[in-house]
């Protein structure tokens, strides 16, 4: 037998968790006891400072519940989320790239016919998203499922409002050639929750606890990769800054301002609206992942 000392330790403690049969486990195990010592060796945490990141810790647990997930909140913040989200949809240039989903998608959102309204009666500026979802060698992709929600005008998620109705979500088909177009108000940006311990921990950096303006998209078809990822709009000031790192260059997009007149589903409105034009590019799955 070893007996610790302060140098020794962390061998010891590596030494006895390789007993895994389980080899991932014993891969995981090896290398969080390595990082997470190596990183107590580095900042030498004094025992008030140790039993106020436990507290810390235990009070991000706790705060969380089927509504509300803070520990998500902690690795979106981290840069953890987007990190694993980029390891887990390595796309070719060209591909539309993935970003987080984070926690205001709800499932089964009302079916949308093509062309059709999202935010009846939600406040906010008239926006009309078009464009095609296509595969990487340009070909149309018909049928494919766009999966949408976002915030209103007001910055707020259905789960933010006092509703019993769908609010700022649908589930729309691209037609024969590949073409989608919907109407929807324009998204603005917001904070991410700051009445718990992520807030709490944010507020005391000098860190923006800001999202910029986006649009949530889910997009899928049968042989291709699906894509969950957002739109961004072009020039919001926290596009720079995004408080959860989920901006990707290619998923900017010009919300192109118009006076009023006819709108692109071939409606008129004597108001301005935003047009955003976007092509959904989709890579095709490997014959074997398709099977
Ligand atoms: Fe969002």
Same mark, same amino acid.
């Given at each position: $037998?070893?007996?610790?000392? =302060?140098?020794?330790?962390?061998?010891?403690?590596?030494?006895?968790?390789?007993?895994?049969?389980?080899?991932?486990?014993?891969?995981?195990?090896?290398?969080?006891?390595?990082?997470? &010592?190596?990183?107590?060796?580095?900042?030498?945490?004094?025992?008030?400072?140790?039993?106020?990141?436990?507290?810390?810790?235990?009070?991000?647990?706790?705060?969380?519940?089927?509504?509300?997930?803070? $520990?998500?909140?902690?690795?979106?913040?981290?840069?953890?989320? $987007?990190?694993?989200?980029?390891?887990? &949809?390595?796309?070719?240039?060209?591909?539309?790239?993935?970003?987080?989903?984070?926690?205001?998608?709800?499932?089964?959102?009302?079916?949308?016919?093509?062309?059709?309204?999202?935010?009846?009666?939600?406040?906010?500026?008239?926006?009309?998203?078009?464009?095609?979802?296509?595969?990487?060698?340009?070909?149309?992709?018909?049928?494919?499922?766009?999966?949408?929600?976002?915030?209103?005008?007001?910055?707020?998620?259905?789960?933010?409002?006092?509703?019993?109705?769908?609010?700022?979500?649908?589930?729309?088909?691209?037609?024969?050639?590949?073409?989608?177009?919907?109407?929807?108000?324009?998204?603005?940006?917001?904070?991410?929750? $700051?009445?718990?311990?992520?807030?709490?921990?944010?507020?005391?950096?000098?860190?923006? &606890?800001?999202?910029?303006?986006?649009?949530?998209?889910?997009? =899928?078809?049968?042989?291709?990769?699906?894509?969950?990822?957002?739109?961004?709009?072009?020039?919001?000031?926290?596009?720079?800054?995004?408080?959860?790192?989920?901006?990707?260059?290619?998923?900017?997009?010009?919300?192109?301002?118009?006076?009023?007149?006819?709108?692109?589903?071939?409606?008129?409105?004597?108001?301005?609206?935003?047009?955003?034009?976007?092509?959904?590019?989709?890579?095709?799955?490997?014959?074997?992942?398709?099977?």
């Amino acid at each position: $037998m070893t007996y610790v000392t =302060e140098e020794n330790l962390t061998d010891v403690v590596m030494k006895r968790w390789q007993d895994i049969d389980n080899p991932r486990l014993k891969q995981v195990m090896q290398s969080l006891i390595k990082h997470v &010592h190596s990183f107590v060796r580095d900042i030498e945490p004094t025992e008030a400072e140790w039993a106020q990141a436990i507290d810390w810790l235990t009070r991000t647990g706790q705060i969380s519940s089927e509504k509300r997930q803070e $520990m998500i909140l902690f690795s979106d913040v981290m840069g953890v989320s $987007m990190l694993v989200d980029s390891i887990n &949809h390595r796309l070719p240039t060209g591909a539309t790239p993935t970003t987080v989903e984070g926690p205001f998608h709800i499932p089964n959102s009302p079916d949308i016919a093509n062309g059709g309204n999202m935010a009846e009666g939600a406040p906010g500026i008239p926006t009309y998203v078009v464009g095609k979802v296509r595969g990487l060698d340009g070909e149309p992709v018909p049928g494919a499922l766009l999966d949408l929600w976002q915030t209103d005008g007001e910055g707020l998620y259905e789960s933010q409002r006092d509703t019993s109705e769908p609010w700022m979500r649908g589930k729309f088909r691209s037609q024969g050639d590949g073409s989608y177009a919907l109407r929807t108000v324009a998204p603005i940006g917001y904070t991410i929750p $700051m009445d718990g311990p992520v807030g709490e921990l944010v507020s005391s950096t000098n860190i923006s &606890h800001m999202r910029p303006a986006h649009i949530h998209f889910c997009v =899928e078809a049968p042989g291709y990769h699906r894509v969950v990822t957002h739109l961004f709009q072009q020039g919001d000031e926290y596009i720079d800054s995004d408080v959860v790192y989920g901006v990707k260059e290619p998923l900017i997009v010009d919300f192109k301002k118009k006076s009023g007149g006819k709108t692109p589903t071939g409606e008129t409105l004597n108001e301005p609206f935003y047009v955003v034009e976007y092509d959904f590019v989709l890579k095709k799955l490997a014959k074997a992942q398709a099977a």
